[in-house]
């Protein structure tokens, strides 16, 4: 069973949580299939209830302590302490370590992270040698993504037949991003290709509100941007099949397409856009002439027009049409 550990929690102190915030951010990430996070002492300290149906982490620096949080389902520390109830944390940060994990095989479960520079080797081979010097011990693998490629890693860990990672929403706290690998997953391997996933945007909102930070509209599977679309054949061809063109629909995340005309587009991206608008217009002369104001203005503007814009010509064109808008 493959299991994503969501870190977000761990890494957000310095926000300024509100419980009702907490509570909602655990029932959107148990809603898209994530049943174990991971949270930090200041966050189990405002939770009040802990959340029915999730598994919960928390890194500890003192493992005799942990039975003053009761409810906590694993413990992590980095003090090589055995214990059912713990997960011993090993940072390597070079390829060149991973031979001290034999020294910890009789352990029940490590969480292995950093070795940001795997990409940069033969990743595969690596990561046999991490189960192998494990022997029997479970394996985490948390890495980090000082080179852009940490999500990249945590999905090959999980296709080269592993079961467990370690990751965190829009990837804070230089690891892996949770809704990247868990879209990777569903494309790759069909992991819950039946899960909704449309909850994310309103996960993204929280994120946003949280921290005060704008996540980038170019951000894979939650940016705003990412099925925005100008070109005229790409338009075209979306229309047509936008299997060809995206690896996934906009509706599994809860957006859509948004077809923007400009100084690519062709005549069917217009068609589109006054359907869009519902807007009928069944001469082709008028289509044309829309299509070269399009065109002109595109152009001038260095960009995709906006919908406000592009309604615009389709009224300058009515009206030297002596025509009214049929919707």
């Known amino acids: 069973m493959i299991r994503i550990i969501d870190s977000t929690l761990a890494m957000m102190d310095r926000f300024e949580w509100l419980p009702d915030q907490i509570a909602d ?18 966050i189990y300290g405002k939770m009040g209830e802990l959340p029915e149906g999730i598994r919960l982490y928390m ?8 039975h003053d949080y009761p409810g906590i389902y694993k413990f992590l520390h980095q003090k090589g302490i055995p ?20 020294s910890y095989q009789d352990y029940a479960c490590l969480r292995i992270k950093g070795l940001d520079d795997m990409i940069c080797h033969k990743y595969s081979g690596i990561m046999k040698n991490i189960k192998e010097n494990a022997g029997k011990a479970r394996i985490i693998f948390c890495p980090e993504n000082s080179f852009g490629c940490a999500t990249a890693l945590a999905v090959q860990w999980i296709l080269d037949g592993n079961n467990e990672i370690s990751t965190s929403f829009t990837g804070i706290g230089n690891r892996a991003a949770t809704e990247e690998v868990l879209m990777a997953l569903r ?3 069909r992991y819950k290709v039946n899960q909704d996933l449309s909850p994310l945007i309103r996960l993204k909102e929280m994120f946003e509100d949280v921290t005060t930070e704008r996540v980038s509209p170019n951000k894979p599977v939650i940016g705003e941007a990412i099925f925005e679309f100008e070109a005229g054949v790409h338009v075209d061809g979306i229309i047509k099949n936008p299997s060809n063109f995206v690896p996934f629909l906009p509706e599994q995340v809860g957006r859509k397409f948004g077809i923007r005309v400009g100084k690519h587009s062709g005549k069917n991206a217009v068609i589109y856009k006054l359907g869009e608008a519902g ?8 289509i044309l002439a829309i299509l070269s104001e399009v065109k002109k203005q595109g152009s001038d503007l260095k960009r995709g027009l ?16 002596g025509k009214k808008m049929d919707s």
């Open 306 to 321: 906006k919908d406000v814009e592009f309604l615009s010509i389709v009224n300058e064109v009515c009206a030297d049409e």
């Open 279 to 286: 807007i009928k217009m069944e001469e082709e002369k008028d």
């Open 59 to 66: 890194m500890i620096g003192m493992p005799e302590k942990r």
């Open 25 to 42: 951010f655990c029932s959107l990430m148990k809603s898209i299939g994530i049943l174990d996070l991971e949270i930090s002492e200041d």
């Open 83 to 102: 214990g059912e109830d713990l997960i011993c944390q090993l940072q390597i940060n070079d390829i060149r370590e991973v031979i001290q994990i034999k």
């Open 187 to 189: 494309i790759s391997s």
